[in-house]
Every structure is written in C-alpha cells, then in structure tokens.
C-alpha cells in the first residue's frame, strides 16, 4: 500500500485532520448539553444525517487506505445523496421544519412497501392491526402532499435527488451529475473502465481482482470535500466556533487536488491504448495474485 500512500499523501493528511477536527467539535457538542426538546426540528434530524454521514466518510477513507477506491463508489453516492437531502432541508429556513416533517413522515411509505414485500402472506388473509395502521398512514401521507402517482412517493421529497440539488444551487447539481458519471464507472457493468481491471503484459491479459491506486485520489476528493460540508453546517447550526478551522482545511484541500477530479479521464486514455483486434489472438488469459504489487 506504500504507493497508494505517496500518492495520495496530502489527501490522507486532510482527513486525518478531519478526524482530529470532528472529536474536537463533537466534544465542544457534548459540553453544551443540548436538551432533545430545545432544539427545533431541523436541527435534530441534521444530528442523525450527520452520525450517518461521519461513518460513511470513515469506511471510504478505510477502504481508500487499503485500495479499495473502485469500491466506495456506493458509499460515495450515498454521501453525497445524504448532502444533498439535508441541504435541501436547510435551504429555505422557514420551510426547514416543515421539510423535516415530511422526511420523519416518509416512514409510512417505507413501511408500506415492506408490507408488499413480506413473505409467506397469502392473498385475501386479513390484515393485523399494525397493518391497517400502516395503510392508513401512507394513506394520510398522499393525501397531506397531494401526491397523484407513485412517481411522487419515489424519494421522502416528492423529486429526485438530482431535482433536490438543482433547487439548492447550480454547484451542487454539477456535483451530484459529476459524481454520478464517476461512480457509475464502477458500479453498473459498462466497457469504458474495464481496462482498469486488467493490465496488459506482453501476450498476456490479467485480470486483476486485487487492491490498487484506481479510483483512490478521485473518491478521496469528494469524500472529504462532501463531509467538510457536513462538519461546516454542523459547525454553524450548533455555534461550536470553529469556523476558522475549517476554513484552513478547506484552503489546503484546494492546493492539494490536481488531476483528481478535473483532468482527462483515465479509463479513457488506458481503454484507447489497449491492444487492439490484431493483437488479441496471441493474448493468454490470467488473474493477477501477486498482492504486493502495489506495495
């Protein structure tokens, strides 16, 4: 792993500070001792979007450390899917309460459909009390969003994730449209990428199953600029007075990023230098078990 280490060192560093900077602010947190009660609605539901998002960011920088970047890609989305739903919350602060309201009062669909998911209940067995409640809710729910079709019920907002971006700001859509392309490279089947699962020595065509650089930088950068705005809205929503802090970490994260996110892809460039046509009636097929390649 020491070259995936001195690659991306600067990266690695940031997030160790952030490490450093998160216990620091969850403790200035504890110390106030906020009472349940005495914070408005947003607030609270912001704390749980915020637990979530902390071990998130944990798991991908664990996995980046050991080569793992091809694989975070669903726990980059989800991250980023988790930004965008809270700041859509907060970005109209009259509506914040409001908004939060309708995501803790998405339960009911959520439950509705592990009703029509359940196993072993036979068509026309009466329903249970618990049952009826449950349909009853999401009936309730249709009803105070004056929602017409299942298209409504697809997301706690009524929109798309996308949609909700695009109504927070045009950066925040070019962000989710960004990661989107990237982290589909790697978790939906396609040609363009393959390439960065085989090397090419020789005669030989290896596949390779094993840890490597791939994918490690480019996740690393929207991992830590992703919870950076976690740590920023959490920060200001509870006034833990840290603010020049994050400004610093957020500084040194735009000297560090290079090619990562806004260079020339890649998989492209590796896909077009491959072997062609001519070439493939010589090739051998293997898998790569030599672990400590990337060493």
């Known amino acids: 792993m020491k070259k995936i280490n001195e690659d991306n060192r600067g990266l690695f560093e940031i997030a160790d500070r952030i490490s450093e900077i998160s216990r620091d602010l969850l403790e200035e947190f504890n110390a106030k001792k906020n009472k349940l009660f005495d914070l408005p609605t947003h607030k609270r539901i912001f704390l749980f979007f915020f637990t979530k998002s902390l071990k998130t960011h944990a798991a991908v920088y664990k996995l980046c450390r050991q080569g793992f970047g091809q694989d975070v890609a669903n726990l980059l989305r989800g991250l980023l899917d988790n930004l965008i739903s809270i700041e859509y919350i907060l970005h109209d602060s009259d509506l914040a309460d409001k908004k939060t309201v309708r995501f803790v009062e998405y339960k009911w ?57 695009k109504r927070v700001s045009t950066e925040l859509l070019e962000e989710y449209e ?24 020789g005669d030989k065509m290896i596949f390779s199953p094993i840890p490597s650089h791939v994918g490690v930088g480019q996740a690393l950068v929207r991992d830590i600029e992703y919870i950076m705005e976690f740590i920023e809205l959490f920060n200001d929503l509870f006034d833990l007075g840290r603010g020049e802090e994050i400004k610093q970490i957020n500084k040194r994260l735009l000297k560090t990023e290079d090619f990562q996110k806004t260079g020339n892809d890649p998989a492209i460039e590796r896909a077009v230098a491959a072997p062609g046509k001519g070439f493939s009636d010589k090739i051998v097929l293997q898998f790569d078990l030599d672990r400590e390649e990337i060493s």
């Open 109 to 165: 669909v959520i439950f509705r459909r592990y009703l029509g998911a359940k196993k072993g209940k036979v068509a026309g067995d009466p329903l249970t009390e618990k049952e009826q409640l449950i349909l009853k809710k999401c009936e309730d729910y249709k009803e105070k969003y004056e929602i017409t079709s299942d298209r409504g019920l697809l997301t706690w907002s009524g929109m798309s994730v996308k949609d909700m971006a």
């Open 178 to 201: 960004s990661t989107f392309r990237f982290c589909s490279r790697f978790l939906h089947p396609g040609i363009v990428g393959d390439d960065e699962y085989l090397n090419y020595k």
